[in-house]
């Protein structure tokens, strides 16, 4: 699986949660395929970019303030835990007047609509349950935060009626999603397993790799109420991420800090 320089050094940075010398990161980028010019530069410029931060000559760390978007990555063990009882209305955005033209403004966008768990009910129109604390004010802010266009409006809606609450409750592929978190529940306790006979980079590239995307399946589960999914799949999850993780970062630790 391929992993550019600058997802390597911020997942192994923030992940790490704390600093690394270049010998180190270097040592990394050589697992992965990345030279070690490339991961030098790539440092320098995510220094530039506020993304990482230098400690001191050759050791960085992740930044002292970091996007709102790394603290909600970063959060991926509460993701879910803050849940409101859910009595039939839901969040919806209206984004119809967001201009497309910028390309990159939109993606941004759009990807903060899918990791706030929204789905598209019509043309313009995206909804996910009203079952987070604040309603649509703190949803609002939230999505603001992580990239939502300034031209989206954001407010509630419904109760809707039986034929239109069908037709939002299929937005979500609750069967292939449940599949999809149980599934990489095995995979973690398969690879959990052979850790200890796998040599040491093998480990350290297979825990990131499976960390990574683990993490990132967490993060994209819409957190629906239990009246449309039940949460068990993704707390099951989450534990045994945190599990897992806990076995991987004394190996990332010493590989890291060792001497050049």
Not at 142 to 160: E, K, Q
Not at 186 to 194: H, K, M
């Amino acid at each position: 699986m391929a992993l550019s320089a600058p997802s390597l050094l911020l997942d192994l940075l923030g992940t790490h949660g704390g600093e690394a010398n270049v010998a180190g990161l270097c040592r990394a980028g050589a697992v992965f395929g990345v030279g070690g010019t490339t991961v030098r530069v790539t440092l320098t410029r995510l220094v530039a970019e506020g993304k990482l931060r230098r400690v001191r000559r050759g050791v960085y760390a992740p930044p002292s303030d970091p996007s709102e978007l790394s603290q909600r990555v970063a959060a991926w063990r509460r993701h879910g835990e803050e849940l409101v009882d859910w009595e039939g209305d839901w969040v919806a955005v209206h984004d119809g007047d967001v201009l497309r033209s910028d390309k990159v403004a939109w993606r941004t966008h759009q990807r903060a609509l899918s990791l706030s768990g929204f789905r598209a009910l019509g043309n313009g129109l995206q909804v996910r349950p009203n079952n987070r604390p604040g309603g649509a004010k703190a949803t609002a802010a939230a999505l603001r935060g992580i990239g939502l266009s300034s031209g989206a409006s954001v407010f509630l809606a419904g109760p809707f009626d039986s034929e239109l609450y069908a037709r939002a409750a299929s937005l979500w592929d609750i069967d292939g999603i449940q599949r999809a978190l149980a599934g990489r529940r095995a995979e973690i306790a398969q690879s959990l397993a052979r850790l200890d006979s796998m040599g040491r980079d093998a480990a350290v590239r297979e825990t990131l790799l499976l960390g990574r995307d683990t993490i990132t399946l967490i993060l994209r589960d819409p957190v629906l109420p239990d009246q449309l999914m039940p949460s068990a799949a993704r707390t099951e999850l989450i534990a045994a991420m945190s599990g897992y993780q806990a076995a991987a970062l004394p190996l990332w630790k010493e590989w890291l800090e060792e001497p050049a």
